[in-house]
């Protein structure tokens, strides 16, 4: 049997506000919703997520982008 686990603070638990990020090739767009309070996450026995790591850990076919890595404003327009 498999299983997946979030371990969450629910006295820090809160939604952050939509925003948008252009993070993809050739300067693609899409929306993305953060959150805190999650402490970890534990994908069949595997823990993949750590507030004190920041583990990331993908299977083929599975994306993961560091989120230090994104652009938060809108790229200048080429003309």
Not at 6 to 19: M, Q, S, T
Not at 39 to 46: H, P, S
């Amino acid at each position: 049997m498999k299983a997946d686990v979030n371990v969450i603070d629910l006295d820090r638990l809160r939604i952050l506000a939509p925003e948008m990020v252009f993070d993809l090739p050739a300067e693609g767009r899409r929306m993305i919703q953060r959150a805190e309070g999650y402490r970890a996450t534990v994908v069949n026995g595997v823990v993949t997520f750590e507030t004190a790591r920041r583990r990331v850990r993908c299977r083929a076919g599975s994306f993961a982008a560091p989120s230090v890595h994104r652009r938060q404003s809108r790229p200048p327009s080429r003309h």
